[in-house]
């Protein structure tokens, strides 16, 4: 049996059965069991989450009796077989029936005959088996062809255009560039790139912000440079909520919202690890990621705490120069990433995270000096969340006027789907 193979299917098996997150399902199996091609077995992993819904398509069409009458070792082979014959074109034919079919005796032997069947029928028909019919749903068509839940597009229909509605469903299923933010408390980018290079990576600056660098590569995140602290993995979206914060050398600055870290150790590095940084989450163990990063990017200006950002700290009020609301949303910026986010259930919670989410902002804006910055992001493009959330706080608080909003699009911009708004608060007359 394939040891790459193997390692992927039991990563699917982790977000399918476990509801597992992607990125850390795959990087505890890759770990585990060491896989010789660990690019291929990423690349198989994400691909199959990206394109789960066309897949169970598929299968359910396929199958006498249906997908549900199927468990989730079955279902995960077929989805992976059959994502090798349509999207991998490196992979021979032979090799993904075949390998399937070691997998099913391994793992589901009872149902090794239906893999091996299935798997051949649609190894002949698939070029010429159809999507559901635009022209009677087009949201189960789009759902079906993207995979992404029909819920989304629904939103999105909302408040876009179809077109524009189906190229930003086409940019979700890319896969996203590898952007490192260099530390420039460490390193020039000259010297940096160059120390990619001389490594055998390609790289290239960033389309948006100055310390961004786009590299190609494998293996970057177990190179010296990155363990001295000389980058970051950081998409450019997430880099220019720090170049908007705009933080200064010696400022007083609070991060509501901080963990994993990556945002705050921006702003720590663009302030020359100056002044003062209060990262704050509601869970202390996502901070020790933060004060882990810290450690190896040589920064000593944050201080973490443990803090629910929708209570107000009467210690902190009118005490800090910027302050960052980067808030729990629900994602839809970042599918790339993270294809797991196109399937989630429209739940109660995400019906009220617009609350929340004007709720940390409405108590972050009381530790903003007169004169002071305030800027509201997300990581998802759903307007009831970004632009409206916006709307009502400054309805509510006419001390702060929007200085500037940006929404970031993989479609129109090449990066993850993010929101900025930068407001600004009045100086007492």
Not at 408 to 425: A, R
Request: a neutral charge.
């Amino acid at each position: 049996m394939d040891n790459n193979r193997k390692t992927a299917y039991l990563a699917l098996l982790d977000v399918h059965s476990k509801k597992a997150y992607s990125n850390l399902a795959l990087n505890h199996k890759i770990a585990m069991h060491k896989p010789n091609k660990p690019a291929f077995v990423r690349e198989l992993t994400y691909g199959v989450l990206e394109r789960k819904l066309t897949l169970d398509y598929y299968i359910d069409n396929m199958v006498t009796e249906g997908i549900d009458s199927l468990k989730a070792p079955e279902i995960t082979i077929l989805r992976m077989g059959m994502y090798q014959l349509s999207f991998m074109d490196s992979v021979p034919e032979y090799a993904a029936v075949n390998e399937s079919v070691e997998l099913a005796k391994k793992y589901c032997r009872s149902k090794s005959g239906l893999v091996n069947k299935v798997l051949k029928e649609f190894k002949k028909n698939r070029q010429t088996m159809e999507l559901p019919s635009r022209e009677d749903d087009e949201i189960r068509y789009l759902s079906v062809k993207y995979s992404y839940a029909p819920w989304i597009i629904e939103l999105w229909l909302k408040y876009y255009s179809d077109e524009f509605v189906e190229k930003l469903l086409a940019a979700g299923n890319e896969k996203p560039p590898l952007t490192i933010r260099m530390n420039w408390l460490k390193v020039r980018k000259e010297d940096l790139m160059k120390a990619l290079r001389d490594r055998g990576y390609e790289a290239e600056d960033g389309r948006i912000c100055q310390n961004a660098i786009n590299v190609k590569g494998t293996g970057i995140l177990e190179s010296e440079l990155y363990k001295h602290g000389l980058f970051t993995p950081q998409d450019e979206s997430s880099m220019l909520v720090a170049e908007k914060l705009n933080p200064k050398q010696g400022d007083i600055v609070m991060d509501v919202c901080a963990a994993p870290g990556g945002k705050t150790t921006a702003i720590a590095e663009r302030m020359n690890n100056t002044g003062k940084i209060y990262a704050s989450d509601i869970y202390r163990r996502k901070l020790d990621v933060v004060d882990a990063a810290a450690e190896r990017l040589g920064i000593t200006n944050i201080e973490t705490r443990s803090w629910d950002a929708t209570r107000v700290d009467s210690t902190m009020i009118r005490k800090a120069d910027r302050v960052l609301v980067d808030a729990p949303c629900s994602g839809l910026g970042v599918v790339r990433r993270k294809p797991e986010i196109k399937y989630k259930e429209h739940t109660d919670e995400m019906t009220l995270l617009p609350s929340k989410q004007h709720a940390i902002l409405s108590a972050s804006s009381a530790y903003v000096k007169p004169g002071g910055t305030l800027v509201y992001s997300t990581c998802t493009i759903n307007p009831e969340e970004n632009e409206q959330v916006v709307a009502n706080f400054l309805k509510k608080h006419g001390d702060f006027e929007k200085v500037e909003d940006t929404l970031l699009l993989p479609n129109d911009n090449g990066t993850d789907g993010f929101y900025i708004c930068v407001m600004k608060k009045d100086m007492p007359e």
